[in-house]
């Protein structure tokens, strides 16, 4: 797995627990990626079943936590902007009544497109990938159409950092 997959991945694990608790009394992030390490040192077979080796050994972690960590920083200094735009580009749909996988997933391709750096077009499949592995059978296409309409509202195609 790609060093960028697996920092959006990373991300995405830390915002469902973060969500689930209601954005209060979470662990920092670096703990988080500490835990992860603890949890799977080194597994044997991960990256063969779509996970990530996580081994204080592997030098692509440190790159997949850095994006992680920067990714996770601008969905909590801007959760409400990014929230609203959200909500703009989900016709008929509120953030409460989305599912934590697909607000997320949402928020965190939100996020990079505000941080830019990355094309549009790539941040969109990786959300949409995202939402197929960890969400419902339907999570892919609705992540498509929102954030395919989050990206369309930007003049930049989500290449540059347009906060």
Known sequence: MRPRTAGRRLALQYLFMADMNNFRDVESPAEFFKTQRLAFPGNAGAEEQGGFVFDTDNPRLDEAEDLASSLIREVERNRDAIDRDIE?????????????????????????FRLGGTDGKIILDEAVELAKRFGDRESG???????????????????????
């Open 88 to 112: 703009n580009a989900a016709v008929n749909w509120s953030i409460a009544r989305m599912g934590v996988i697909e607000r997320n997933v949402i928020r965190l391709a939100a996020a990079e």
């Open 141 to 163: 296409a609705f992540v498509n159409g929102v954030a395919n309409r989050l990206l369309g509202g930007r003049r930049d195609g989500g290449n540059s950092a347009g906060k």
